[in-house]
């Protein structure tokens, strides 16, 4: 049965679609069956992991809308293990088109019931905003990563997206949890990325992930080649990042043992 996580923020360019990518395929080099959904109308996780959106004929809008069989619309992806349920620019239409539907806030849901049997992870890449697809999303989920970057503004809008959680908790998921808050594009040289990780600490404390995101050349320079950094270049910096981040995900919930001195150098 697989854990499924949705990568939630309404902020944009904090991580989101980069972390669904490369945590992915991180658990799939580690050896777990993961499944990306591609909930963006944007579509980046999808062409991130090397999918052309003109030869995507069925995508997460047709399991939505139409009530498509997931199961034909998911592809294998490059690396073993892994798979992409891909979006398609339809997406931006399927939040009025569900406005009618029974259970609306529930759809999601029901498409990947009939699949997640076959995975280990599920990992929802949210857009940037706190639509229907969204809540869809958080109503699905088991748990939520929060990308938040070291940036000035790292703190903005926290407090409706905890908000938005706290309404889905009562209304609609009672069993979904905040896996942790992810500090993404950290540079230790800046004071202001050192303060905003001591913020974050500060205020959540042990609901923060240990590993730390740092800006990396190779991470933005990946997805342009349709590769996790993982594949692109295992020895860089923003692999062993989400590497780690994939072992301290499996830690957090009691799927494997990591001995220190096997685990990466952040």
Same mark, same amino acid.
């Given at each position: ?41 944007q579509a980046n996780a999808t062409s991130g ?57 529930? @759809?999601?849901?029901? /498409?990947?019931?009939?699949?997640? #049997?076959?995975?280990?992870?599920? %990992? +929802?890449?949210?857009?940037?905003? =706190? ?5 869809n999303a958080l109503t699905a989920a088991d ?52 303060? @905003?990780?001591?913020? /974050?600490?500060?205020?959540?404390? #042990?609901?923060?992930?240990?590993? %730390? +995101?740092?800006?990396?050349?190779? =991470? ?37 043992k990591i001995d220190n001195k096997d685990k990466?150098?952040?």
């Amino acid at each position: 049965m697989a854990k499924i996580i949705a990568l939630a923020n309404q902020k944009g360019g904090v991580g989101k679609t980069t972390t669904a990518i490369n945590l992915a395929a991180s658990l799939a080099v580690l050896e777990y069956n993961v499944l990306v959904i591609d909930a963006d109308p944007q579509a980046n996780a999808t062409s991130g992991l090397g999918y052309d959106l003109r030869e995507v004929e069925t995508s997460i809008y047709e399991c939505i809308v139409d009530g498509a069989d997931p199961k034909t619309a998911i592809q294998a992806g490059e690396i073993e293990h892994l798979y992409l349920l891909p979006s398609h620019i339809d997406l931006v239409g399927a939040e009025i088109e569900m406005l009618n539907m029974p259970d609306r806030e529930k @759809v999601l849901k029901s /498409v990947i019931n009939s699949v997640k #049997d076959q995975f280990d992870f599920i %990992l +929802i890449d949210c857009s940037p905003s =706190l639509g229907l697809i969204t809540v869809n999303a958080l109503t699905a989920a088991d748990s939520v990563i929060i990308p938040v970057q070291c940036e000035y503004f790292a703190l903005e809008g926290l407090g409706k997206l905890l908000n938005t959680i706290k309404i889905i908790q009562n209304r609609l998921n009672p069993e979904l949890e905040i896996e942790g808050f992810l500090l993404t594009m950290y540079d230790s040289r800046l004071r202001l990325s050192n303060q @905003v990780v001591e913020e /974050v600490q500060k205020h959540f404390q #042990d609901m923060v992930f240990e590993t %730390l +995101i740092t800006r990396n050349i190779k =991470l933005s320079e990946a997805p342009s080649y349709g590769k996790a950094v993982v594949m692109y270049d295992a020895s860089s910096k923003g692999a062993m990042n989400y590497l780690n981040l994939a072992r301290e995900l499996l830690q957090k919930n009691n799927m494997t043992k990591i001995d220190n001195k096997d685990k990466v150098a952040k």
